[in-house]
Structures are given as C-alpha cells and as structure tokens.
C-alpha cells in the first residue's frame, strides 16, 4: 500500500497570503495525484487531477505541481472561503490511499 | 448536471449491517466507475473499494475484504455499498464518488451518517 504524508498537519495563513502545501507518496505515483478540498459537513470537492490540472470551475489561484513522489499544492493568495482540509490522494496503485490532511487555518 | 444523491442516515446496532445506495443522474452511469470513501468522526478519508458500472468489477481495500459488497442496478443507475459485521468504529458518514478505474474522484455524493451504537 502506497502511504501519502501530507505536511503540515495545521497551516495558518492571513488572508491574501501564500500558502504551499506538501505531499509525499511512499513510492512513485507517477502523476496520478488528485488534490480535494473539504469543509466542514460537506463532501470533498476535486481541485486538481494528474497532479497539475484544475479541474472545472477551480480558480487559477489553485496550483499543483510534482511528479513521482513529491508534489505541492499552492494557494497563490488566500480568501476566506479558501480555510478548509485539504488531501492528496494518488490513484496509480490499488488500493487508492489518501494523505492525512492539512487544515488551513486563519491567521 | 451531474449528481449523486445518497440515502438517509442509518443507526445500526454492533453485528448487524447497512445497505447504502447512490443514486447517479446526468451522465452515463456505465461510463464511469464508483468508489465508496469513509470518513470517521474527526478523521480523514478512507477508500474502501470501487466498482465498475459497465461489468460490475470490483477492487476491495484489504481492510474490509469479507465484509463490504458493492453493487450497482445498471436500470435505475444506483450503486450500493454494503457493510456487514458492524462494529463501533464503523461509525462514520460514507460517501460515494465517480471515477473511472484509473482516476480521481470528480463528483461525490453528500454522504451518508451510518452510526453503530448498542
């Protein structure tokens, strides 16, 4: 089984900021990384697919890069509807494992 | 537009099971495969297998092989997952989510509650 290990735990960030967030696989995922966002009591939403595409109606400021086993997902400037728990997943290997999360916190 | 709409909240007794469905509308169900996710209180996201549409294939995470069954009614374009033996720590909401065999998931249900208490 393919471990994912998101880093940090806790983000916090001021609105407008930047914000980088970690990803690391246990061993080659090639570019099947998929990023979600989740709020509280709702479902996870797709941000990015093959590690680097956003998906439909994702804003620009939504970036994800990495292949193989490092990948970040970035906030270029955060707004307030951007504070939530985001997850990588990788879809390259059974069974499908998913990151522990980072919560990105206000400032 | 593309939805999947899950059933209602269940409260289930330890050793007893749950039946949840998935109810896909605006594309092809048979064009895209399902996969069930669980979310423990507090906690983070957990595959628990997928299912093909098109042959009714699946892939199992080894933790609930023996226990989970997931099918799909190609006439009425639902998905079901069913979990057997529950426990305690089964509690969680569990969601399904669209995806082919090699893909992430890009519509989800709005999840479903299972809670499992004596």
């Known amino acids: 089984e393919i471990v994912m290990t998101q880093s940090p735990a806790t983000l916090s960030v001021s609105p407008g900021e930047r914000a980088t967030l970690s990803c690391r696989a246990s061993?080659?995922?090639?570019?099947?990384l998929a990023w979600y966002q989740q709020k509280p009591g709702q479902a996870p939403r797709l941000l990015i697919s093959?590690?680097?595409t956003r998906a439909t109606g994702i804003p620009a400021r939504f970036s994800g890069r990495g292949s193989g086993t490092e990948f970040t997902l970035t906030i270029s400037s955060l707004q307030s509807e951007d504070f939530a728990v985001y997850y990588c997943?990788?879809?390259?290997?059974?069974?499908?494992?998913f990151g522990q999360g980072t919560k990105v916190e206000i400032k | 537009q593309v939805q999947l709409v899950q059933s209602g909240a269940e409260v289930k007794k330890p050793g007893a099971s749950v039946k949840v469905s998935c109810k896909a509308s605006?594309?092809?169900?048979?064009?895209?495969?399902i996969s069930w996710v669980r979310q423990a209180p507090g906690q983070g996201l957990e595959w628990m297998g997928w299912?093909?549409?098109?042959?009714?294939?699946?892939n199992y995470a080894q933790m609930f092989q023996g226990r989970v069954t997931m099918t799909t009614d190609t006439s009425t374009s639902t998905a079901y997952m069913e979990l057997r033996s529950l426990r305690s720590d089964d509690t969680a909401v569990y969601y399904c989510?669209?995806?082919?065999?090699?893909?992430?998931?890009?519509?989800w249900g709005q999840g479903t509650l299972v809670t499992v208490s004596s």
């Open positions: 997943q990788q879809y390259n290997n059974w069974p499908r494992t």
């Open positions: 989510a669209r995806g082919r065999i090699i893909a992430y998931f890009d519509y």
């Open positions: 299912i093909s549409t098109e042959n009714g294939k699946t």
């Open positions: 605006g594309y092809t169900f048979t064009i895209y495969g």
């Open positions: 093959g590690a680097s």
């Open positions: 061993q080659s995922v090639s570019s099947n």
